[in-house]
């Protein structure tokens, strides 16, 4: 389960908005204690029929610190539905893709303005969908391509 689960439409998960603060998801490394949820699906999570979502300004996949890696999620940005943005996040430390772009209704996303670096496979995976677009990150570090 991702540690923010969205499945309705026109949400908007930023730190920029006043209305929340900044998002941080992501379970510090060093191991985890009784306190701590197991390894999650996601940091953000954007499911079915969700769309017109934000998710802007957070730090994803990250510790408090940004020096240390995270490693509590599978993917740091899971978009699985239409029409969504993720930008302006920092997202890194993941154990698969900082962003990760599947199920063929997964098209007209944008993942723009982001850092994605760390993650232990792309900084952006697109495995289905159609007119989705990838535009403006810094995408470096990664262990595979970005």
Same mark, same amino acid.
């Given at each position: 389960?991702?540690?923010?689960?969205?499945?309705?439409?026109?949400?908007?998960?930023? $730190?920029?908005?006043?209305?929340?603060?900044?998002?941080?998801?992501?379970?510090?490394?060093?191991?985890?204690?009784?306190?701590?949820p197991p390894r999650r699906d996601a940091g953000f999570g954007i499911f079915g029929h969700a769309t017109g979502n934000v998710v802007d *300004?957070?730090?994803?996949?990250? $510790?408090?610190?940004?020096? #240390?890696? *995270?490693l509590g999620n599978f993917a740091g940005?899971? #978009?699985?539905?239409?029409g969504n943005i993720?930008?302006?996040n920092l997202i890194g430390g993941n154990?698969?893709? *900082?962003?990760l #772009?599947?199920?063929?209704?997964?098209?007209?996303?944008?993942?723009?303005?982001?850092?994605?670096?760390?993650?232990?496979?792309?900084g952006v995976s697109v495995f289905a969908g159609t007119g989705n677009t990838i535009v403006g990150n810094a995408i470096y570090a990664n262990r595979c391509s970005g």
């Open positions: 389960m991702p540690a923010v689960h969205v499945e309705s439409d026109n949400g908007e998960l930023t $730190a920029r908005t006043g209305r929340t603060r900044r998002q941080w998801a992501s379970t510090p490394q060093g191991g985890r204690t009784a306190a701590q *300004g957070n730090y994803v996949g990250v $510790a408090v610190e940004p020096t #240390i890696r *995270g940005v899971q #978009i699985r539905s239409d993720a930008r302006n154990e698969d893709s *900082g962003v #772009i599947f199920d063929g209704a997964s098209s007209n996303n944008l993942v723009q303005g982001n850092t994605l670096a760390y993650n232990s496979q792309d």
